[in-house]
């Protein structure tokens, strides 16, 4: 079967988790435990370490992002998935010929409703034709295919639904095997309905379109609210879509007009396209194309080209109130890495800014905005404008601002 590696995703757990890494030992003396640690305020990793488990130390980032940093300092093998507040036996998950082994429990332990787990069911069914019994269940075990084609796994509590999804997708067998388990579950109080409500939202991104950032982790990708918040640019958007959704590795012009007929290509003629069609000019529309690829260029890391797009609207010119709102709302999740605009929404916030511009600035003022954007293309072909930002000690310091650390 290979070597077996325990992740544990646990977060102010140290009342409880000293009893699951040493029962998790006992049951598995053959196996390393790995506590993601996400951001605890108590003793948890403290605890842990002592009773015996490997911590992984992490700001809080959400139990799927926490999950997924921790599976990187794992050795090669299959994976057995836990909550760190479990009281029951895993054994015949580990022992389960499936790729995906989930833990069913017997009988329903308090809670809310059951709103987010008839949520999440529907939503199994409706994108992998799986009829799951525990779509949230936390404790599964992973073959080493399912490993590979579930990792990364998707943000926050959205983790366990798609990851489901992901298995079924990729062909692989999937169990519910009932088992006599017991976890401390959220109450009917405040506390209860705001993390549910929480895990709702979660569920609903983590099945919807997702991006990988610049530190590997699967975030949702919500460029497309932009096209929905801001009609005008709802072309640009989708268009940015496709490139998130088919794109290859080509970065750059040169990148993509190299390899013929790329989902960048089809940016680099219809935003301009576009562009034309809206403002009846060719500045018009080699202003908006640059302002699009300029803020594209920018999304390399998180809350950069909400910045940039928040700031630019202070020059360039009015855009719609309901994007300058929206950007606003988007800019804590995007710094936190809870969210990603990808290419929809990158794009589609320049071409605003290109808008703006347009209607803003004319004659010189209108020539000189799109050489000072070209000289900015160029320069990001050659070397890049992250590059720029982090040797510039003022909009380092900028950059940074708001944004969770390493």
Request: aromatic residues 4%; glycine residues 12%; proline residues 5%.
């Amino acid at each position: 079967m290979g070597s077996l590696t325990v992740l544990v995703a646990a977060r102010d757990e140290e009342e409880r988790v000293v009893e699951t890494v040493t029962k998790l030992l006992l049951a598995f003396p053959d196996a390393e435990v790995i506590v993601a640690d996400d951001g605890s305020r108590d003793a948890t990793a403290e605890v842990a370490e002592k009773a015996g488990a490997r911590v992984v130390r992490l700001p809080r980032r959400g139990k799927g992002q926490a999950l997924t940093l921790a599976e990187r300092e794992a050795p090669a093998g299959s994976l057995l998935l836990c909550d760190a507040d479990l009281r029951g036996d895993l054994s015949a998950l580990v022992s389960s010929d499936a790729d995906v082994a989930i833990a069913a429990f017997p009988q329903r332990q308090g809670g809310g409703f059951g709103i987010a787990r008839r949520a999440a069911r529907r939503l199994i069914r409706l994108l992998a034709g799986f009829d799951a019994r525990e779509p949230l269940s936390g404790q599964r075990h992973l073959s080493e295919r399912a490993r590979a084609a579930c990792f990364p796994l998707a943000a926050g509590f959205g983790v366990e639904t798609r990851m489901t999804i992901d298995a079924v997708r990729a062909e692989l067998s999937v169990d519910e095997i009932e088992l006599p388990l017991e976890h401390r579950v959220t109450g009917r109080d405040v506390r209860g309905f705001a993390h549910r409500g929480r895990q709702l939202v979660e569920i609903a991104l983590a099945c919807g379109p997702q991006g990988v950032n610049f530190r590997g982790l699967r975030l949702p990708l919500v460029g497309l609210l932009v096209g929905a918040a801001a009609p005008s640019v709802a072309p640009v958007a989708l268009v940015g879509a496709a490139d998130d959704r088919w794109s290859g590795p080509e970065r750059g012009f040169r990148g993509h007009l190299g390899s013929g007929t790329t989902t960048g290509v089809l940016k680099l003629v219809a935003i301009p396209l576009w562009g034309l069609a809206r403002t009846r000019s060719i500045s018009g529309a080699l202003l908006v194309g640059l302002s699009a690829n300029a803020v594209n260029q920018l999304d390399t890391r998180p809350g950069r080209a909400l910045k940039a797009f928040l700031l630019g609207s202070v020059l360039a010119g009015p855009v719609p109130k309901r994007a300058l709102g929206l950007a606003v709302l988007l800019a804590p999740y995007d710094l936190r890495e809870m969210t990603m605009l990808g290419d929809a929404g990158s794009n589609a916030l320049g071409a605003l800014l290109g808008l703006g511009s347009v209607e803003r600035h004319t004659g010189l003022r209108r020539w000189s905005a799109i050489v000072a954007l070209g000289a900015l293309t160029a320069y990001g072909e050659r070397t890049s404008l992250g590059r720029l930002i982090e040797q510039t000690p003022v909009l380092r310091e900028l950059d940074a601002f708001g944004r969770s650390p390493a």
